[in-house]
């Protein structure tokens, strides 16, 4: 199944089924269900968190195809989970990103991930607009797959990580490589890692869509094709197969270090062919493209902040 987030007539975020009759169409879950009879929420994070939420809008999927729907051109598409209790996110999760950074290849068994966090006010769906910061000139693209968490688990094993998965949806990590405020400011230890972080944490810098792919549709999530373009000129290319850390053992050690609650997100890094490797960084007027096989295309523009 595929599952968007749109904005109703009325201004409200509600959840739908897309494509369901083999075209662009979204279908009220919500307004759906109950037509049959059955009591499912608008909300995205309510689905996952109520039992079998996923299970019993699969099930219905097919009595739904006669049901009134919208031409996706009639709706806006909001982030799939527009509000997700957390955002985690893997540095360093590509050897070929690692490299065009001017670092060195790793040994996987000798390193573990490293995890950040985004914050959720960062989150944008696609066709929504990138702005670029006051405090940043350098801002960059990160094209990543995204793991969205179904059911609330802790200290999962590697081999039981795929039964807590929702789904996957395209990402962009946008990432404020430099800030304005480092100049002529006296330098303290870990000041560049702050600043890298913060520059992960900018309003409209997490790009998600264009909607959630459900696990059972997306199969192995291991050998996926990503392509990255801005203006027309691919920038990225690369596979989900090149991930040093796979989708399953990003869920385990997540849930070590916290409990994962539905909703959640996890972006799984990105494979070279980011800006910041030939110092060509977004402005304003471009339009990119994210597309990672299986899970669709997430297009957005590149505003400036007013």
């Avoid at 006669?66 to 598409?77: D, I, K, R």
């Avoid at 869509?209 to 691919?234: I, Q, R, S, W």
């Avoid at 890094?269 to 339009?287: E, F, H, N, Q």
Wanted: aromatic residues 8%; negative net charge.
């Amino acid at each position: 199944m595929r599952l968007v987030t749109y904005l109703s007539v009325d201004g409200e975020a509600r959840v739908g089924l897309y494509n369901l009759n083999g075209e662009q169409t979204v279908c009220d879950l919500e307004a759906g269900a109950a037509a049959l009879g059955i009591e499912l929420p608008s909300d995205m994070t309510e689905l996952l968190t109520i039992d079998e939420g996923l299970e019993v809008t699969r099930n219905i999927a097919p009595r739904l195809t006669s049901f009134p729907s919208l031409a996706v051109e009639q709706v806006t598409l909001l982030a799939a989970v527009p509000f997700p209790g957390k955002i985690l996110a893997l540095a360093g999760n590509f050897q070929s990103h690692i490299q065009e950074g001017g670092g060195v290849a790793v040994d996987k068994d000798k390193i573990t991930p490293r995890v950040f966090m985004k914050p959720g006010t960062s989150v944008i769906g696609t066709e929504e607009a990138i702005v670029l910061p006051r405090w940043s000139d350098t801002v960059d693209y990160e094209l990543e797959l995204s793991i969205v968490i179904g059911s609330e688990c802790k200290y999962v094993d590697v081999d039981d990580a795929p039964a807590y998965i929702a789904g996957y949806m395209v990402s962009n990590d946008v990432s404020a490589r430099t800030l304005n405020i480092a100049e002529g400011r006296d330098e303290r230890p870990m000041d560049d890692f702050f600043d890298w972080l913060n520059g992960k944490w900018f309003d409209t810098f997490g790009a998600f869509g264009p909607y959630l792919v459900t696990a059972d549709e997306v199969g192995d999530p291991h050998n996926l094709n990503m392509a990255f373009k801005v203006n027309g000129e691919t920038r990225q290319q690369g596979s989900t197969s090149q991930m040093i850390f796979d989708c399953y053992e990003t869920v385990s050690f997540c849930s070590y270090l916290t409990t994962l609650e539905p909703g959640d997100i996890i972006m799984t890094g990105t494979p070279s062919g980011v800006g910041a490797s030939t110092k060509t960084y977004l402005k304003p007027g471009d339009r990119i493209e994210g597309e990672i096989e299986k899970l669709g295309e997430l297009v957005n523009m590149v505003e400036e902040e007013e």
